[in-house]
């Protein structure tokens, strides 16, 4: 079979999953669907504009809700602007369920691909991943054989092979690693801001500056915000705000604990085009983007710098390291040094579904946020719009296992 109608097949299966019939909706999303079907179009608030909020919105858009989407900053200016968006599921093999939910969101992207609108910076060459150390290069073997029990395509490749995959790399000594072909990357910013086109074009209104200081509730249910230009009525209120969700949440009383891990990433002016897939090398991450910029972290995502060092400094230090990879980069010009502050819930799990106590708040924050998008964007729309309970969401996921 061709590596195009894998990749067909893949979206289609998913698709179909995703589409699957859900569990019997709970009494609250009930009237939601009870009052949607009213004849009125149902209102959605979604608060955020980062790639949550914008696959939200899109997702609600398209199926004929009145979506208003709101940001204090702008489209993708918090954690989704300084992601490294590298779209997988190789990494979620601890949970199952974690995974199956990125490798629908792989999928899910391939569905919004496919669909008409602003396109989508996106590429899918795979992944390269090699390791020096002895006991790493067993793990990243171990994980291979685990995903692939679970059908994931994969395979072991040799140092030969690495550098057939990879033309425009060095790869120094002769290490063995993993190659993913059906994994990707997507251009962050790029992305949201064609989703956000997308949800105008199906009738969504985004504003910017606009900061929610507080959501309006009566009788134990939201009905819209507060903001410092005025009130918006709602049917339904989405927090997608990334880090401002946990204020957003608690001042309501619903428990929603993250905690921030800096992720340091250089971004270098845009280069000839050299690389399709992203690689994780032994002490750098890297890949290049649709527009010819490459994005480069130190060790595994972390990237690297003494304490005191300027960002430039920090970006020079981890473009030094990755010039045994890229030696043609070592003196690139630098854009810019990000230190992007990750959105960890509080057991590492996606945060997804209606709130406990607040009738019609729902709620939206995870890590890997950039791969699960469409899945949760399109989840979100089904569990608001047609008063479902999609049932993988229940294996972990729910906001009421903090309460
Ligand atoms: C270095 C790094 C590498 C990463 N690598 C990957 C990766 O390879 N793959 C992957 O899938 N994920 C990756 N991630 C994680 C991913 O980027 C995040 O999960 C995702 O971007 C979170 O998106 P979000 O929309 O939830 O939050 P954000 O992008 O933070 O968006 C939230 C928005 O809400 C707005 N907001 C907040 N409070 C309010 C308020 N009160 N009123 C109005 N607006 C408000 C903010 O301005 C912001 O724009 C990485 C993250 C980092 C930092």
Redesign the pocket.
Known sequence: MERRQVLQLLAASASALAFAPARPASAAAATAATAAAGGQPRKVVV?????????IGYELSKRGAEVTI???????????????????AS?KASSRPYYTL?WL?MAGWHAWQNEPGAPLPLKWAGSVYWRDDAAKARQVAETLATVRGWGYAGQPVDAAQIRRLLPGVTVPGAPTGTFYPEEG?VD?AEA?RALLERAQQHGATVR??????SLIVEDSQVRG?R?KDGELRADTVVI??????Q??AESLGVALPLTA?????VHTAPQPHFLDKVVFASHNTFRQKVDGRVVI?GSG?E?GGGPGSSPEEIGRGILASAAQYLPQLRDAEIERV?F????LPGDSFPIVGFAPKVSQLYV??????????PVIGRWAATEILDGARVDLLDEGFRPDRFA
């Open positions: 608060i955020g504009a980062g790639i949550l909020g914008a696959a709101l940001d204090r900053a702008g489209p993708a200016a918090a954690t989704t602007g300084d992601s490294f968006a590298y779209l997988n990494t990125n969101g990357s962050p949201v910017y500056p606009v900061e929610v200081t915000v903001t997608a705000a990334g880090h401002g969700s204020a957003l891990s800096t992720g340091i990433l972290s995502h990237g990000s992007g502050q990750r959105v939206a924050v995870s890590h890997s946020g950039v791969t699960l998008a």
